[in-house]
T-cell receptor, first 112, second 113 residues
Framework: DQQVKQNSPSLSVQEGRISILNCDYT??????FLWYKKYPAEGPTFLIS?????DKNEDGRFTVFLNKSAKHLSLHIVPSQPGDSAVYFC???????????FGPGTRLSVLP | NAGVMQNPRHLVRRRGQEARLRCSPM?????VYWYRQLPEEGLKFMVY????????ESGMPKERFSAEFPKEGPSILRIQQVVRGDSAAYFC???????????FGPGTRLTVL
């Protein structure tokens, strides 16, 4: 039972263009979401978060959008840079639980 | 300001041996989480601990796996009688309280021969 889904295993984008990474969830009790970025042979690093009471959070080039009715969130990176090439994980936490549930990740390649 | 530290970074064990993975959380962090990443898969939650307490171990296999976070010293994830299917990257994360972002260590890559 996969509570967090990232249906695109990989995505390629040209440098300077927008990258849009999608995430769908099934648990309506999720109240907090995070995005992490992971380079090979390193641990994930926190990127941006959003509470379920908001529909948008922006931090520099990164914006996360949350559509609660559709149980969908997306991460927008604009403009994309080659250094953004990494695996991106979406994670959700339900307000009864103590831990985050991670999606399988999307591998982003930003081409110069 | 050191981040989350894990050691060893790489661990090779033969089937039937024990594996001990260590995690030192960031300074001031009292919440520790362990995750496992199998090849080509995402992160799977294993266990959540606070000092001297296991808060949630719903992701831990019922047998051979145990975790602790003593009052002094690092958190330890212990795998007894390892099997080839235990080969994975094991990540530790820490936070100051359970409802904010978690900071991850670099991981320990366990290979079982």
């Amino acid at each position: 039972d996969q509570q967090v889904k990232q249906n695109s295993p990989s995505l390629s984008v040209q440098e300077g263009r927008i990258s849009i990474l999608n995430c769908d969830y099934t648990n309506s009790m999720f109240d907090y979401f995070l995005w992490y970025k992971k380079y090979p042979a390193e641990g994930p690093t926190f990127l941006i978060s959003i509470s379920s009471i908001k529909d948008k959070n922006e931090d520099g080039r990164f914006t996360v959008f949350l559509n609660k009715s559709a149980k969908h969130l997306s991460l927008h990176i604009v403009p994309s840079q080659p250094g953004d090439s990494a695996v991106y994980f979406c994670a959700g936490r339900d307000n009864y639980g103590q831990n985050f549930v991670f999606g399988p990740g999307t591998r982003l390649s930003v081409l110069p | 300001n050191a981040g989350v530290m894990q050691n060893p970074r790489h661990l090779v064990r033969r089937r039937g041996q024990e594996a001990r993975l260590r995690c030192s959380p960031m300074k001031g962090h009292s919440h520790v989480y362990w995750y496992r990443q199998l090849p080509e898969e995402g992160l799977k939650f294993m266990v959540y601990l606070q000092k001297e307490n296991i808060i949630d171990e719903s992701g831990m296999p019922k047998e051979r796996f145990s975790a602790e976070f003593p009052k002094e010293g690092p958190s330890i994830l212990r795998i007894q009688q390892v099997v080839r299917g235990d080969s994975a990257a094991y990540f530790c994360a820490s936070s100051t309280r359970q409802d904010i972002e978690q900071f991850f260590g670099p991981g320990t890559r366990l290979t079982v021969l």
